[in-house]
DNA sequence: GGGCCCGCAGGG
DNA sequence: CCCTGCGGGCCC
């Protein structure tokens, strides 16, 4: 497209095509967005006075349909789009938030299509009422592909965020609010969102008749992005630290490698060579899921992965192939994990036997190598390696280095890429078994049995599946491209009250989020949930003086209660996610309808209307040390401009009327109290949100203390 | 650099 | 619920 190498003027008035600065006679204003550029730079300037008027520009027609070809097709309304703003602009009775409040109620696709447009497009998503919702992409029309939301609670579809983004845009689409550099540079899909489209689709092509289709949720995005560490676990920095999100769509005893399809944040899959810092980081992208363990398997059905790590000196690492030795014979006591002594015999047991299963059926096996591995030429230098499948060709048990029985397994290479320190850019192709001179003293020796379920096909000319894959065990769905999910396995399925408990539950309060509210690091909360993790802090640190002055020092770090992120500017005006809320209101609704009307709501804020924001009490106090409440209830902001995020003024935190009680709540801070005070409380409140989380996944923590726990192993040894 | 020992995840 | 485990930060 034309128009793909134009760009504005920056805040400055520097043309960001030739980065001149033109003068005033030299830019042209564009008609719909107000945004000044370089005419001299444009592809494709206005021809006559007249048309440079009423220029509009390329951004614009962009918005309006140019990109986005197919979506224009379907909706056939760009040019209504373009009449309707340019209407707006021109009415001069309107202010500019009052004008860019219409601007967005438009675009939000509110009371605009045409009928038989509208239904022309119900039909190709296959969803009723969620235009209701506003639930559209701006830009697209569409509902957003991988939705990313901006802190001032605006969707999009990712490509088309970014689209803007590389336009040199730098606020949202929407209301012309300013988007954080952060969420520009890297913005995060809204994976509450996503799900909330894919249930809202689900429920209504179940209420439309036919057999109700089985979905799942894999219970994966309220996961921050990086392992994370809870309060107890703290002192020990990473080592114990929780997994963060799976990025993968694959359960985790999928074989064989991770295919393109189920990356739906590269689109690439896992690809041989790939290297992560640790084993968390290998985890999340699936090649290896135990995030100690060697072996990833199970007795019954096979092994998925191995890692090797230099744990066993037994192991004999040629690349190509190498002899790894199984798990256990070692004595764990005093609470260890790895020990290099083995003290007793190794059986086929457990992972022992999930390999040789592998081993009968000729199933892939995917193959990490760790930095650890140490006496191994074919290591990374650092973190994780994948390294590719392999298949183990024969397993036997035989007396090890310290003189007990190990389980013994031969891994051969079968990957259709190279493997990472080859120059030779073929994959791997059948190879003659090496010689092992181990085997003549070996017993209880298993080779596979019949056809390789992985195999090489001469005609192709690659390794592939010569039977169908085990079916996998675990239920997990997989994101298609139109946002739909493919069922894998069959599970009962949920009622919509239990799915919206599980999939928008705050994890703050844990009931389904009343007002939610997307963080720029795509976390979600209820809004009075997050308010009151930070009441008492305020945006600025502040240190009173003897003399009784405040002074302001530097920014309080306040870190989002899911991840380590800073989202203190984002706290100082906090935007519900409305279409979000009208998805889950929506729900909420139809789980009514359907079930009894008896049935209890066990949410909150469902009285709410979706767009009243709760009413801030305005605190006069200016005394000295007062503690200044950053957050701010936006009683007008419910759209529109948004005044400027840098004024603070001293607010009382006001519990929004719909919220959650959580669990520990600390009364305001007296007017006296200094900045340590305010930390302390910030931190406890925090605390106390992560620590329901540990208590709820890991429920058998109450009563099993460290010590405990090392008495118990201690008495076993 | 080696040993200690923790929380977490998953199998059974 | 109990057991296991080719991590990993920290202390010495």
Redesign the pocket.
């Given at each position: 497209m034309a128009h793909d190498s134009d760009l504005p003027c920056d805040g400055d008035g520097i043309c960001m095509v030739c980065k001149g600065k033109p003068g005033d006679g030299e830019t042209l204003t564009c008609k719909t967005c107000v945004a000044p550029w370089h005419v001299a730079c444009l592809s494709a300037p206005p021809e006559t006075l007249a048309a440079a008027a009423q220029w509009e520009c390329p951004d614009c027609s962009f918005v309006a349909g140019g990109a986005n070809a197919a979506a224009t097709a379907a909706v056939g309304v760009g040019s209504e789009i373009v009449a309707a703003i340019r209407a707006i602009e021109s009415d001069g009775s309107l202010t500019e938030q009052e004008k860019a409040k219409r601007r967005q109620e438009l675009m939000s696709g509110g009371g605009r299509r045409g009928d038989d447009e509208k239904e022309k497009v119900e039909k190709a998503n296959g969803v009723l009422d969620l235009f209701d919702e506003g639930l559209n992409c701006s830009f697209c029309m569409q509902l957003p592909e991988r939705p990313v939301t901006t802190p001032c609670g605006h969707n999009f579809c990712l490509k088309c965020f970014e689209k803007w983004i590389g336009q040199g845009k730098r606020t949202c689409a929407n209301c012309r609010n300013a988007i954080p550099a952060k969420m520009a540079s890297n913005p995060r899909i809204n994976s509450a969102l996503v799900i909330a489209i894919r249930m809202a689709k689900m429920s209504k092509t179940n209420a439309s008749g036919g057999p109700p289709k089985e979905y799942h949720f894999v219970h994966n995005q309220n996961?921050p992005d990086k392992?994370y560490?809870?309060e107890?676990?703290k002192?020990?920095?990473?080592?114990?630290?929780?997994?963060?999100k799976?990025f993968v769509t694959v359960p985790?005893?999928h074989f064989g490698p991770i295919l393109a399809e189920n990356d739906p944040e590269r689109k690439q899959g896992v690809l041989v060579g790939e290297t992560w810092?640790?084993?968390?980081?290998?985890?999340q992208w699936g090649a290896h899921?135990?995030?100690?363990?060697?072996?990833?398997?199970?007795?019954?059905?096979g092994a998925q992965s191995?890692?090797?790590?230099?744990?066993?000196e037994?192991?004999e690492d040629h690349g190509e192939w190498f002899l790894?030795?199984?798990?256990?014979?070692?004595d764990?006591s005093?609470?260890?994990?790895?020990?290099?002594m083995h003290s007793f015999d190794?059986k086929f047991?457990?992972?022992?036997?999930?390999l040789r299963v592998s081993c009968r059926k000729g199933y892939p096996v995917r193959v990490?190598r760790?930095h650890?591995?140490k006496d191994s030429s074919y290591a990374p230098e650092t973190g994780?390696r994948y390294d590719g499948i392999y298949r183990i060709e024969k397993c036997w048990r035989k007396a090890g280095i310290q003189g007990f029985m190990v389980c013994r397994y031969l891994f051969v290479r079968c990957d259709n890429a190279p493997a990472p320190w080859t120059s030779d850019d073929n994959g791997d192709r059948p190879r003659p078994l090496p010689s092992i001179p181990e085997l003549k003293n070996a017993t209880d020796i298993t080779e596979r049995k019949g056809v390789a379920s992985w195999d090489y096909d001469e005609e192709k000319g690659c390794w592939m599946w010569k039977k169908p894959p085990p079916e996998s065990r675990?239920p997990i769905d997989s994101v298609q491209e139109d946002g739909t999910t493919k069922v894998r396995r069959h599970r009962p399925a949920l009622s919509i009250q239990e799915r919206l408990l599980k999939e928008f539950s705050c994890s703050i309060c844990r009931k389904v989020m009343s007002l939610p509210l997307t963080t720029p690091c795509a976390h979600n909360f209820c809004k009075s949930c997050l308010e009151s993790s930070f009441a008492g802090q305020t945006f600025m640190k502040q240190r009173t003086c003897e003399g009784g002055r405040t002074l302001r020092t530097q920014k309080n770090i306040m870190k989002c209660p899911s991840c380590p992120n800073d989202i203190s500017d984002f706290l100082q005006n906090p935007q519900v996610n409305r279409e979000l809320m009208g998805v889950i209101e929506s729900l909420q609704r139809q789980s009514k309808q359907t079930e009894d009307d008896e049935a209890s709501e066990e949410t909150d804020g469902t009285d709410e209307k979706p767009d009243v924001v709760p009413d801030v009490v305005s605190d006069d106090a200016e005394l000295c040390s007062e503690t200044s409440d950053i957050l701010k209830e936006d009683a007008e902001g419910k759209e529109g401009i948004q005044k400027s995020p840098t004024k603070i003024k001293p607010q009382e935190q006001k519990k929004a009327s719909g919220g959650d009680s959580i669990p520990t709540e600390k009364p305001l801070e007296k007017p006296d109290s200094v900045d340590d005070e305010h930390e302390k409380s910030g931190k406890e409140t925090k605390k106390a949100a992560v620590d329901s989380k540990?208590k709820r996944?890991?429920?058998?923590?109450?009563d099993?203390?460290?010590?405990a726990?090392?008495k118990?192993?201690k008495q076993?040894a």
């Open positions: 996961r392992a560490t809870t107890r676990a002192k020990a920095g990473k080592a114990n630290a929780c997994s963060g799976i985790n005893d810092e640790g084993r968390m980081e290998c985890r899921f135990p995030h100690v363990a060697g072996i990833a398997g199970q007795s019954e059905y191995v890692a090797l790590s230099g744990g066993y037994d192991d790894y030795t199984g798990s256990g014979g070692r764990l005093g609470n260890k994990r790895t020990n290099k190794q047991d457990k992972s022992n036997e999930a990490v760790s650890k591995e994780v675990k540990v996944t890991n429920k058998r923590k109450a099993d203390s460290p010590g726990r090392v118990t192993r076993k």
